[in-house]
């Protein structure tokens, strides 16, 4: 028995140690995690303490922050209903003649305050009986002090059900309280017409007003407009100016600019410019008509440039959490349970597929052959076919808590979860290995250029793993930057994205930190390099995206067009797509920004 709360608590099986604070040895009260060692406390006893009694690193009270995981796994513990315990000497046993239901630790008051062996005590005047709720009915027929309805008028009379019955056919406060009704009824339907005649008359008043406010809007609205349509003329004479400005401008370089630095020094040809110059509007106006140009194997991105939002995707009913791309196809997914396909040769078109069959928030998802396969919070996973989007295979309950990442090569599929990874046969989702004992949430999967290695990110570790049988261990990245939350991996750098705000950068091959890159004030949700690995995106809870230079380590340039936390990144092609708790998907394009250029005189 527990006293957990302030009602007595009576586990229908002890609970496991893990539920127990390694401070005062008792079952959590308020549960808070310590950022810095990962070990979880009372909140009470994280005050008290100034080290860890589990590794014994320093405390630091203010890093604490609510279990929230922890809180859900005890609200979901198994108690006796307090009505069926009964107390032997100090402690509470259950009680055989009292409710035998076990409820949730979490829910309890749900149960119990509607509970048949709830004790109560009978409703009629000078009654004392105590009794169980599910026994007031039937006491009621036999209860003695049961009144008689024309009490209210001065009858005294008491007795059972059957005896009051018979007693109000020929109580003589029946008639009075006849003419009393009557006679109260007239009175207070006087009353209530004539609070309605002063109510009507008040909502006249009302309505009058209200009439010349819309007459004095309208007339305003109708000069708003008026000079609106006039300020949108002047604009259009302004933008049709400045369209004529820059095709001179780009007359005048066709002349006089030579090529970029590095050619033979040769002027470009006019013809040449002109075509630049057109190739570049033809992109321009492909991207708002929601048509990619066609990708390369590397980006030809070349500094300086900059993206631009160009349009959202709007479909989903909660938050963004994962995205993929595959067959010029985006498929993205949420806590709104459901899958959209968007096509990105006509993005237009809006949602053009929307699957169902998760239970709960879809977490992650990856892309292997022709397959699309998604996890979440229902803790299964779903296999579905990219020919007809039909589900090919599921695994239910295939893990014990949230599947936060997913990755697949070849014939193996990687999904990880709290403190482990299992490996599973990607057609027939047969599992082939778990890899346990990892340091707390694996929120990050990641393959290297050569996706003959998988990365997993977890509290102040770094592990990498063999692709095929027996998946061993083939290094490890240890470091003291608390929980990574996303990780990309290029030729050169590991790049973490953490709880601590920064991305950091360590060496591939001599797992050696590099580099601390800071901008976000938020845990970085998600990392993505370009092809080359020469650039880097990454989105955090603080609603931003940054844009990073990866080899001079400067950043290029913040979006900031989300009204929630950034959590996933897709890049394909010269687009950037991103999801976001605001329930939407922005699609940002690559443009190359004109350098400034000499005039030889």
Not at 62 to 87: A, E, T
Not at 312 to 328: D, E, F, I, P, Y
Not at 332 to 349: H, P
Request: proline share 3%; hydrophobic share 30%; with cysteine.
């Amino acid at each position: 028995m527990s006293q957990h709360q302030e009602s007595p608590v009576v586990f229908a099986q002890e609970p496991s140690q893990h539920f127990k604070c390694p401070s005062c040895h008792k079952l959590y009260i308020d549960p808070v995690i310590n950022i810095g060692c990962g070990h979880t406390f009372c909140k009470k006893c994280s005050q008290n303490i100034s080290s860890c009694p589990v590794d014994g690193n320093p405390c630091d009270p203010n890093q604490m922050v609510v279990n929230r995981l922890v809180v859900g796994q005890i609200d979901d513990l198994l108690i006796y209903c307090k009505y069926g315990l009964i107390k032997e000497e100090d402690d509470y046993v259950p009680d055989p003649t009292g409710c035998q239901q076990k409820i949730h630790l979490g829910s309890r008051s749900s149960h119990e305050d509607s509970c048949d062996f709830m004790p109560v005590t009978c409703s009629n005047r000078n009654c004392s009986a105590s009794l169980r709720k599910r026994e007031l009915e039937e006491h009621k027929k036999v209860c003695v002090y049961l009144t008689c309805v024309h009490e209210d008028k001065g009858c005294e009379f008491q007795g059972q059900q059957e005896e009051v019955s018979e007693h109000e056919k020929i109580c003589g406060y029946r008639g009075l309280q006849s003419l009393c009704k009557q006679s109260a009824g007239t009175e207070q339907k006087t009353l209530q017409l004539e609070e309605s005649n002063k109510d009507l008359q008040k909502q006249i008043t009302t309505l009058n007003m209200r009439v010349g406010q819309l007459e004095e809007t309208n007339t305003s609205l109708h000069g708003q407009l008026t000079e609106c349509l006039s300020t949108m003329k002047d604009m259009q004479q302004k933008y049709d100016g400045l369209v004529s400005t820059m095709e001179q401008l780009m007359s005048v370089r066709n002349r006089r600019s030579f090529g970029s630095p590095g050619n033979t020094g040769e002027p470009r040809s006019r013809s040449s410019s002109h075509n630049l110059y057109h190739q570049a509007i033809s992109s321009f106006r492909k991207s708002l008509s929601g048509s990619p140009p066609t990708t390369s194997r590397y980006e030809r991105w070349s500094m300086p440039f900059q993206f631009k939002c160009i349009g959202t995707l709007r479909g989903h009913q909660n938050v963004v959490w994962c995205m993929a791309t595959k067959n010029k196809k985006l498929f993205t997914a949420g806590a709104d349970c459901s899958i959209k396909v968007w096509d990105l040769e006509n993005l237009q078109r809006g949602c053009i597929k929307t699957i169902q069959g998760h239970s709960n928030s879809i977490q992650s998802m990856c892309i292997g052959g022709n397959f699309l396969y998604t996890g979440g919070h229902d803790n299964a996973i779903y296999c579905w076919s990219l020919d007809d989007y039909n589900l090919v295979n599921k695994v239910e309950n295939a893990h014990d808590n949230i599947i936060c990442a997913m990755a697949v090569i070849g014939d193996f599929l990687f999904t990880s979860s709290f403190s482990l990874i299992k490996v599973w046969e990607s057609k027939s989702l047969i599992q082939k290995h778990t890899i346990p004992g990892l340091h707390h949430w694996v929120r990050a999967l990641a393959l290297n250029p050569e996706r003959d290695k998988l990365y997993s990110g977890s509290h102040n570790t770094i592990d990498i793993w063999s692709v095929t049988e027996p998946f061993g261990l083939k290094g490890k990245v240890d470091h003291q930057f608390g929980s990574i939350y996303s990780l990309a991996i290029t030729s050169k750098y590991i790049i973490a994205g953490t709880y601590n705000h920064n991305l950091q950068l360590f060496d591939v091959k001599t797992y050696q930190h590099v580099l601390e890159l800071m901008g976000h004030i938020g845990v970085v949700q998600s990392t993505v390099a370009s092809v080359s690995g020469r650039f880097l995106f990454s989105a955090s809870v603080d609603k931003s995206i940054q844009i990073w230079n990866l080899e001079n380590m400067l950043p290029i340039q913040t979006l900031q067009r989300h009204e929630g936390s950034v959590n996933s990144l897709v890049v394909h092609g010269d687009f950037l797509f991103s999801g976001s708790e605001d329930k939407e998907i922005k699609v940002f394009m690559y443009f190359q920004m004109q350098m400034g250029f000499s005039v030889n005189t």
